[in-house]
């Protein structure tokens, strides 16, 4: 017993950040828009389809592109990083087994299966299993993976890949995938480059991610066509080079900075954004009352009385997934009721309850969520449960009275890239703070475990 409670008294000390937010503020100025997160992670793989170096420009400073780094490292990738440029080298492949704690920490990591077949012949990676979100199956990748002639098991939760014996390259193959499925069609898609023959891909998904990842492929000497549409052509080539590419901006980032300026009533305008990624982003918001105006790679808010509208997300260039909680979140400051309908992943749903502790009224109804905009939200403590919800929480605050303190900045650090100093540069009063949370060693049930619970009441 005594062993548990010394324990207890020397490590279970955490120290940890929260946001503190006092609402209500007006913003005003200009956002600099961060390179791309899913872009950036997915040409980051790619690297491993050639021996040369590849050199990226606007990657942003995230802790997924740390994880993506220290993994690729894992398996041999040279890695040099200076502000936010980065360059990679796969020349020496030392493994083809990818490390399950990695894997787990970033399921995007998936995606380096394709590559690591297609250039060695064999690939070792562990199921990167569900997250807070849904279910997040990879039988897409897998299915198209062995329509290109590999053998695939799974043995103890690790997916083996390998080619059949006698066989150098994978085979070109026409593959209809049964969902559009943004990671799929970029495994697929980066396997097929070195394939043997032609590749057809049919049903992919279409989002402005996949189209930069050929854009660089194809200047690392591959033949893709038709990346951005639902079919996509490859050739496959000998070997690819390494190249220069510059990841394009994050429309999630803009998407939810141009909701921070709905929420709080102001104008900002963001710069460099590509118009034509926002357009599903930019009907809703003038739907909702706001007045968009874009100029070359820059685009400017300003909104009016915000009125109730009603969202779908779908696969792009439908409403995104990934901003159905900030919207959410300005739907609860809005006239009248609106109806918000999630149909990409079955648990994007946990940001209503802390939303609801702001004072909001929301119904959930399954993957639906019936919103009646209130005059005002109120700050108080909150919990973000994923990335997206982090960011919700956050503008939801923004607007909010009084002071909210926002934990679970884990989520936030994966994609945002310093979201708070962008928000005071423009007007925010927010701020990171450092709280060290002891567990309650005195007590007569002896160690008490830090929980999620626990966390909130000391930073309540
Ligand atoms: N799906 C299947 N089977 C598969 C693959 C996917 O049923 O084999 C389903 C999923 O369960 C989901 C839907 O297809 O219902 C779409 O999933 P998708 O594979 O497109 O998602 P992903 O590639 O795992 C990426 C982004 C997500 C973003 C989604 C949808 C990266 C690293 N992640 O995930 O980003 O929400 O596409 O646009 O690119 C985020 O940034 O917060 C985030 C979660």
Not at 128 to 144: D, L, V
Not at 353 to 359: A, C, Q, T
Not at 429 to 437: C, F, G, L, P, V
Request: aromatic content about 4%.
């Amino acid at each position: 017993m005594y062993c548990m409670n010394s324990v207890a008294s020397i490590s279970n000390t955490v120290a940890k950040h929260h946001l503190e937010v006092r609402g209500s503020n007006f913003l005003s100025g200009q956002i600099k828009i961060s390179g791309a997160k899913n872009s950036a992670l997915v040409l980051m793989a790619a690297t491993l389809l050639t021996e040369e170096a590849l050199f990226l420009k606007n990657i942003p400073s995230l802790t997924d592109i740390n994880v993506m780094s220290e993994l690729l490292s894992s398996i041999g990738v040279r890695i040099e990083r200076k502000s936010n440029e980065i360059s990679l080298t796969a020349r020496d492949l030392l493994q083809s087994e990818l490390p399950y704690k990695l894997v787990h920490a970033l399921r995007a990591s998936f995606v380096c299966a394709g590559p690591l077949l297609a250039r060695i012949g064999e690939v070792s990676i562990p199921l990167p299993g569900g997250c807070r979100i849904g279910n997040r199956p990879i039988e897409e990748h897998i299915r198209g993976l062995e329509a290109l002639g590999a053998s695939v098991s799974i043995e103890k939760g690790v997916v083996k890949a390998k080619l059949p014996k006698n066989k150098k390259k994978l085979k070109g193959a026409h593959i209809k995938f049964n969902c559009q499925s943004v990671g799929a069609t970029e495994t697929i898609l980066m396997a097929a480059t070195l394939a043997e023959g032609r590749t057809v891909l049919e049903n992919s998904a279409q989002e402005p991610e996949i189209q930069d990842l050929a854009n660089m492929l194809n200047s690392m000497g591959a033949q893709i066509r038709g990346a951005g549409t639902k079919e996509i052509i490859i050739e496959g080539v000998e070997k690819l080079n390494g190249c220069n590419h510059t990841v394009i901006p994050d429309r999630i980032e803009a998407g939810t900075f141009l909701i921070a300026a709905a929420i709080t009533r102001s104008s900002i305008s963001l710069t460099p954004v590509i118009p034509e990624h926002l357009e599903a982003v930019f009907k809703k918001l003038r739907e909702c009352g706001c007045l968009i105006n874009t100029m070359g790679d820059s685009v400017k808010i300003t909104p009016n009385e915000i009125t109730a509208v009603d969202v779908t997300t779908s696969p792009y260039p439908g409403f995104p997934t990934d901003l159905q909680a900030p919207f959410m979140a300005l739907m609860t400051t809005a006239k009248g009721t609106s109806k918000i309908t999630e149909t990409v992943f079955e648990k994007r749903m946990q940001h209503v309850s802390e939303l609801n502790r702001m004072g909001s009224s929301i119904k959930l109804l399954g993957n639906t969520a019936l919103i009646t905009g209130v005059p005002q939200l109120t700050g108080t403590s909150l919990s973000a449960g994923d990335l997206r919800a982090s960011a919700a929480m956050v503008l939801a605050s923004l607007s909010a009275k009084g002071v909210s303190k926002i934990i679970g900045l884990d989520y936030l650090d994966r994609g945002y890239e310093r979201m708070e100093d962008k928000l005071k540069k423009v007007g925010a009063d927010i701020s990171r703070e450092k709280i060290t949370i002891s567990a309650n060693k005195n007590s007569k049930e002896g160690f008490k475990p830090l929980t999620p619970q626990s966390i909130q009441q000391e930073v309540a």
